[in-house]
């Protein structure tokens, strides 16, 4: 009477079966040596093989609620193994996808607020062998170079997304990923901004213009000097502040897999 | 066995009860003397005195798919008093939004471009009486007057929806509201810019800097100007290109109910 | 040189302005006896009288930030005081829009898992005079008593979300609406169940069909009856599952201002 | 002073540079002969090489308003060729994202109404060679079979999302991947259902009940045996009526690179 667990005689194998939009409580290591809680939006699938002719979808509900309330990135990877196996899987995908907050000081006052960051966690698991990655995406300002040059005063600048997604080798914070976003950006976002604060970022983005293609570019070169990134894909969205619609760019690369082309 | 003809005996009237977000072709007039084609979201509902079990809500989709293929505008009249006497109710609502589309001329160089803006039309229907509003979304550059006074040069900008909600004694064009918010922004969005617009619309917007407190000031002028305009609620809120959230403000006037308080 | 203090000579008052969209950590009180952490979505407003040409965004802002990290609903109400003060305004407004989760056993096995509900703390303060609302979006199912009625076996049904909004006398948990909501769905909702759970959930929505209106308005009664409301919107979206679009119902009843009316 | 056309030394090329989310108007014809007006969300990219500091923005704009008002097909294809000679690229990339809708009749009464699906055109253009491909939106009725089993009466059902995503070696109708995905699901969605209809769907969705996996494995199958079918991505997303997430399974395969594993 387990229907789920019948043969099926359709041959066909699915690349991913499970649960989408499940919401749970998470815990997050801050740089800052603390923690915090935050929200997540969960995705959990495996392989199903052919001859099988349905994965059980409580037993994903059950996994992420057999943890303590609220689900670290140790739990994160245990979730993983465990979900293989209980699934008896040979292949398994979770994505935890949670706004994350850093404490910013102003540029010049040195006022202190939180900025909020979305962040995913992206977890594989392929015969036992898991691998994790990360994307961040990274609100900023961008000012046109092309505005600054050929008008007499002003530029036209607006709040861009730019998002990194990376595979590594070694232990990152989510902070290294924003912070070295932030530096390539025209200008980095804050919470609260005093008047002498407000004077700066608006000089330095004045003095900081970049195109689409400037902000994918200069992160994506920041990302190739770092040997503890494996690969990535780099995108800015800008929602243009002349426009109706957006100015976006993307550059992805696996450096262990191609030589770094120049074509 | 007709369920939903039942006699109720909760006593509990329900204001609204009907149909939401169904999707169906329309096509609008333009003042440009065309007709455009477009795709808008209905909401349907009538009002249900407490002694009945229920609405029949197949009839909402009956008066929706019993006019041309398009609904125009005057389908849309009609069905407010279509709908009143099919559901057999003292009062009846209508929501149906709609991309509308603009042709533009870019400033300097005169190439043209269609911006897209989103409309909603809502109409009324109590004891056979019928009222139209109208709602659109006029998306606009915003530049900040403080940004620009504090800083050395530049100032930060960022795109801004300015939305318009109008009640009027006389016809309105969709395009007439577009025309007087854009007039009071500190710049209005094109689809298409070369070179000499680019320059025009950074300028400009530099030239006419607005907080969000005078955008909504400056159109709500313009609307207690208009003796059409029996009541209106405008709304600005800008997509802060320097945080990463935003900046908003409201008024709201019924012209035909309160003299203009200067409280 | 304070371009916001400025004297403004539209004559024109601004009923809300602020900042939207801005999201902050926050904490939130169970009836279990714990605390909740999880993350809230804000928009602040004040009045502007006619006279002042601007508000002080960034001191928005600054209240958000001046509290513990976490704002709990304490803090949330002092906000407000605060906002009206520092703002030197007559009236203000707080949303904290936030998803909370309950702890829930499944109906026959009793297993445990949390579910996520949306909800929205509203305050407004009037000439010092604070009052609050709270807003629950509660996901349940329904099944349609028509479809049971008329087909020889099965019925029809679907994921629904019952808004409940309310202004109290007296100290209410989120906890109790969502309990008052679940007990007039066809069925609530679970994030674990197990086989015998799923039979127990799949015949009790049968063996307790609701059109819309029967769940607003059974829900309204529930709201009627209790000392506490003082006001209530009840709101019922069924994303019907055998048509592409909601069908939808609303009661708004204020108990302070107009007697029981049956008509 | 051409910004954009400057030399670039960072030696990174950029995979897809161009505009995203700007709206259309479109012309789409129906397999019963007509053609029918909606609105597209464009996306529209092209690959730069490592030495052009830029792309020209303005000219994908100019592109989509080169043609008719209202794009078609057709126009759709020649965008493709001449976006890559004008932007000068080797490869290009355009999404059309619109509303499509069908006229269907009842299964019983025979009323007609229309029913809206989501399809996206995408084209993609290596060194002078143009590839196209689908993907359409299908919304339906998904019934659960392991509550069908389990439960004395009823079983839970819920509004589901089947995405079919083809590349072809000839000509495929849009409707011809909507009649494929209907006829493999637990029940198909229409506007309008009169009392005998009703019954119709909710005895024909339980006479059907189909997991995700089987909806995504009968997809599959059928694009199997359909030879103009080369590649393909099957998904399923059931918006749950017992739980507050989805289940999800897709399949992906492609015809021209792997023999069909049956593992």
Known sequence: ADVQSGVDRRHIAIDRVGIKDIRHPVRVSDRSGG?????????MYVYLPHNFKGTHMSRFVAILNSHEREISVNSF?????????????????????????VNKKAPVSGVESLLD??????GEIHNQHPTMAMKVVVP??????CSK???????????????????????????????????????ELFGLLKRPDEKYVTEHAYDNPKF???????????????????????ESENFESIHNHSAYALIE?????????ST
Chains 1, 2, 3, 4 share one sequence.
């Open 35 to 43: 923690e915090q809680h935050t929200v997540a939006t969960f995705n």
């Open 77 to 101: 990877k245990e979730m993983l193994t465990d979900m293989a196996q209980r699934l008896e899987s040979k292949a398994g995908h979770i994505e935890m996808r949670f706004p994350f907050f």
């Open 117 to 122: 960051y979305d962040v995913t966690f992206i």
């Open 140 to 145: 900023v300002t961008s000012l046109c170079p």
């Open 149 to 187: 040059e050929i008008s007499a005063y002003g530029a036209h600048n607006q709040r861009s997304h730019v998002t990194v997604q990376v595979r590594t080798s070694d232990f990152v914070w989510i902070e290294e990923i924003i912070d070295l976003v932030e530096a390539q950006a025209s200008c």
């Open 212 to 234: 689409v293609e400037d902000t994918v570019r200069d992160v994506a070169q920041c990302l190739n000097d770092d040997p503890r990134i494996l690969s990535y894909i780099v």
């Open 253 to 261: 690369r696996d450096k262990t897999q191609t030589p770094h082309s």
